[in-house]
């Protein structure tokens, strides 16, 4: 069925470097623009980054920008986020979530399960 | 940058009850707003597109409205299933959610 499936969380210590994948699966990933979107414990929805359908383009948040980086192999139906200098405040689970195209755009209309990750200080 | 105001933080409400939920933007996002449910540990799931656009499955009882800098969720008879968190998100240049409505018992 259509998903997303997330992997590579874990506990890493603060100052080390993670990396994230996302799988897609049963839609034509390479013409999606996709995102990463994270959850603190116990707190709100915070929009990490986005990678356009054919990586070309990316935009980041303030928090995360010069330390992570998008990135997407349409050949593997794969979405990746690198993750450098992690802080403890990067603790969160981590979606990655597909950009809805048409009446749509702007919006995250499938989302993945989450992938935990926790910075130890 | 966007400000998004999302009130209120938490909603107490028992079954059959109407509910409204508020999403203000400290600027136009003309009509770039969904609204999306999140229940305790799983993902966040799209309820409404472009501020009034019913996601395809989503009960009727759901509803959006607004236009501008101000926008509404309601679900018209609260039921067993829609005890959780609401969240909208706003497109202004980059995606900003509010702080979320978590509606409870």
């Known amino acids: 069925q259509v998903q997303l499936v997330e992997s590579g969380g874990g506990v890493v210590q603060s100052g080390r470097s993670l990396r994230l994948s996302c799988a897609a699966s049963?839609?034509?990933?390479?013409?999606?623009?996709m995102h990463w979107v994270r959850q603190a414990p116990g707190k709100g929805l915070e929009w990490v980054a986005l990678?356009?359908?054919?990586?070309?383009?990316?935009f980041y948040a303030d928090s995360v920008t010069g330390r992570f980086t998008i990135a997407r192999d349409n050949s593997k139906n794969t979405l990746y986020l690198h993750m450098n200098s992690l802080r403890p405040d990067d603790t969160a689970f981590y979606y990655c979530a597909r950009e809805g195209r048409a009446t749509r755009f702007h919006t995250l209309d499938l989302w993945g399960h989450g992938t935990k990750v926790t910075v130890s200080s | 940058d966007i400000h998004v105001t999302q009130s209120p933080s938490t909603l107490s409400a028992s079954v059959g009850d109407r509910l409204t939920i508020t999403c203000r933007a400290s600027?136009?996002?003309?009509?770039?707003l969904a609204w999306y449910q999140q229940k305790p540990g799983k993902a966040p799931k799209l309820l409404i597109y472009k501020a009034s656009t019913l996601e395809t499955g989503v009960p009727s009882r759901f509803s959006g409205s607004g236009s501008g800098t101000e926008f509404t969720l309601t679900i018209s008879s609260l039921q067993p299933d829609d005890y959780a968190t609401y969240y909208c998100q706003v497109f202004s240049g980059y995606w900003t959610f509010g702080q979320g409505t978590k509606v409870e018992i």
């Open positions: 049963a839609f034509t990933f390479s013409t999606f623009s």
């Open positions: 990678v356009s359908f054919d990586g070309t383009n990316t």
């Open positions: 600027q136009s996002i003309n009509s770039w």
